[in-house]
């Protein structure tokens, strides 16, 4: 499968007016890339509209073509979520309109809960690596995910998190990326009052997820989807009986795992020990 977007009107405008600007400024693409330090191919397939542009590129485009703020106005009108895996749209598309949102991982930390440095260790960690440019594309549509955990919202998401503690333990990118890793998550579960997190902790006996990685969304209309990803495949899981027996799953897990204050008293400790 491939992790290409598909192409949206608002991007083939980005990519229209950053040609028109770099034009303006007499710069072929292979002149323009280096400046921007980004690769020529990169820069073809954002003026195509075929790529979406990570805050880097915008921030030195600006710069460099003098864009009167143009290009930064611009990308915030972009709709299109980049670097997602086709087998993933569908549910991003659901995910952004969702009334509430429940992730179970047992591989890695939530994406949604992700530090940069931990989601760029991530891509370095399992082959092949993406190039530069790929990781950047990839690591921003992940943090800009992020939006949904917004209060300001009306009415706001709600969100239960659980973790596995062995990927916490496991130091994914070594010390200094967990310590800050650890710090984000801890603050992010303090400061968002519509977030809960719980730690399944490394000795449960019994455990209701050993199938594996499981989501479940809520939908405006009260309707419910689950979402399941294995390696390099995903399903969208519209069935009501299967959602429903997905839901008694996750139900269980949220009775097997530590309580969200006692899944904060531990990230502590583990910080500390670090």
């Not at 590129?57 to 670097?83: M, Q």
């Not at 260790?121 to 399992?126: G, K, N, Q, R």
């Not at 990118?173 to 519509?194: F, K, M, P, Q, S």
């Not at 008293?265 to 020990?273: I, V, W």
Request: hydrophobic share 40%; glycine share 6%.
């Amino acid at each position: 499968m491939t992790d290409e977007p598909e192409y949206s009107e608002s991007l083939k405008s980005f990519g229209e007016v950053l040609k028109v600007l770099r034009r303006r400024a007499g710069l072929t693409q292979e002149q323009f890339a280096p400046m921007v330090r980004y690769s020529v191919p990169m820069v073809a397939s954002i003026e195509q509209g075929r790529r979406f542009p990570p805050p880097l590129f915008v921030e030195r485009a600006e710069s460099v073509l003098d864009g009167l703020g143009v290009l930064k106005a611009a990308a915030k009108h972009l709709s299109r979520r980049p670097g997602l895996a086709n087998w993933f749209r569908q549910w991003a598309q659901l995910e952004r309109e969702a009334i509430a949102l429940y992730t179970y991982e047992c591989r890695v930390v939530p994406g949604l809960l992700q530090t940069e440095a931990y989601a760029r260790a991530i891509y370095l960690s399992v082959p092949p690596p993406p190039n530069e440019d790929e990781m950047n594309e990839r690591i921003s549509a992940r943090l800009a995910r992020q939006e949904l955990l917004s209060t300001k919202r009306r009415p706001p998401r709600t969100f239960s998190f659980i973790i596995e503690q062995a990927v916490l333990e496991r130091q994914t990118g070594g010390v200094d990326v967990t310590r800050e890793l650890l710090d984000h998550v801890i603050e992010t579960a303090e400061r968002h009052w519509n977030v809960e997190l719980q730690i399944m902790p490394l000795r449960q006996p019994t455990h209701a997820g050993l199938d594996g990685p499981l989501q479940l969304l809520e939908t405006p209309e009260n309707r419910w989807f689950a979402y399941s990803e294995g390696q390099d495949t995903g399903q969208l899981i519209s069935d009501p009986k299967v959602v429903s027996l997905l839901h008694q799953r996750y139900a269980k897990m949220r009775s097997q795992a530590l309580t969200p204050e006692d899944s904060l008293s531990l990230l502590r400790q583990m910080r500390g020990a670090l």
